[in-house]
């Protein structure tokens, strides 16, 4: 049985309790990343033979049956290798973020989505349509609230093994123990509005940054009713330069049932002044400096009016445009339908529930 080490009767905490205790101070904050850009994927749980073959029966003559899209994609996915979002994040905290999410080896074709915040408003791009809103609209309050939790997270659970998350919804370490190797500690709110943890990991006294969190794990209270726990189990640990050890592979079950698999793929040094080019909003004229040339069919202004349309007008007078963030001439874009199909369920996959920067 793992008993508590800190009880009234030995006041001493062990090795990987004072480093835990060390860990959880300096979660506070996440370290800089303001000079980096992050690439990570994340894949869904692939449908198992079994199961495609018991769904298939049921879908079979009903194509309007709501697993017919997942049967669809399993289908795909045999043939043409496992779908997966791919992903690029510049963020620099209160100054701002870029989203970069690739969706492939996806049955309804490949796809993609960026997302721009900074203080001055931000914009969005997909293949083939533009936005850009003004700061503290209501489409820069959306973008900011759906993304910048989900940003967090992922430096939280690869840069602090999760505890940064922790500490931001104002969890206190109730007890801390530990037998051989592992240990073991509860957490909860300090004001109860949050679901208890628990986290586990080992610890190797003989190697620098020996402890390691290999599991997070969110309990649901008793009348919540028929929810899952919430799981991240961090595994594949490895030391990056400046960052320390980060996990490469996160694997999450949410509450819902979900399950998805986060993959670390590394952090980039980005040149000084790379920001700048990174936010500057896309034109019809100008590459932009990630996606390249753009298609630009369709552009509708703050009000989803459209105000451009490639098969109707061949060019498009600036002068006939609201200023944009940078006092060009461009106009807001948005295509909701899209962002709820194409992101909605990911960051889901990513973590179950939005939490507080």
Request: charged letters at 25%.
């Amino acid at each position: 049985m793992v008993a508590p080490l800190a009880a009234a009767a030995d006041p001493s905490p062990s090795p990987a309790e004072r480093w835990f205790r060390g860990a959880w101070e300096a979660a506070e904050h996440l370290p800089d990343v303001r000079h980096v850009r992050l690439d990570f994927s994340v894949s869904p749980r692939s449908m198992s033979a079994e199961e495609a073959q018991k769904l298939r029966a049921e879908v079979s003559g009903r194509p309007d049956h709501p697993e017919a899209q997942a049967l669809k994609q399993f289908d795909f996915e045999r043939k043409y290798g496992r779908a997966r979002s791919s992903y690029s994040v510049w963020y620099r905290g209160d100054d701002g973020f870029r989203y970069n999410e690739t969706l492939i080896n996806h049955a309804d074709g490949d796809y993609f989505v960026d997302r721009v915040v900074t203080p001055a408003g931000g914009w969005q791009l997909t293949p083939n349509q533009l936005g850009v809103f003004a700061s503290g609209s209501s489409r820069e309050v959306s973008t900011r609230s759906a993304v910048s939790p989900t940003v967090v997270e992922c430096y939280s659970l690869l840069l602090t093994m999760g505890l940064h998350t922790l500490r931001k919804g104002e969890y206190e370490i109730v007890s801390f123990s530990s037998e051989g190797t592992a240990w073991r500690a509860e957490l909860k709110s300090k004001n109860g509005s949050c679901w208890p943890v628990r986290a586990a990991g080992t610890y190797n006294p003989s190697v620098v940054n020996g402890v390691r969190v290999d599991r997070i794990q969110y309990f649901p209270p008793a009348d919540a009713g028929a929810v899952q726990d919430i799981v991240h189990v961090l595994s594949d640990y490895r030391e990056v330069a400046e960052f320390g050890l980060v996990p490469r592979r996160v694997a999450s079950t949410y509450s819902n049932g979900s399950e998805g698999i986060l993959e670390f793929e590394g952090f980039v040094e980005e040149p000084v002044g790379r920001w700048e080019e990174l936010v500057q909003v896309p034109s019809l004229n100008r590459p932009d400096i990630i996606r390249g040339q753009l298609t630009i069919k369709s552009i509708l202004d703050g009000e989803e009016r459209t105000v451009y349309r490639s098969d109707r007008r061949p060019s498009l007078d600036s002068a006939e445009l609201p200023p944009s963030i940078t006092g060009r001439r461009v106009v807001s874009v948005w295509v909701w339908i899209m962002f709820g199909v194409c992101t909605a369920c990911v960051l889901a996959w990513v973590f179950g529930r939005s939490k507080g920067v």
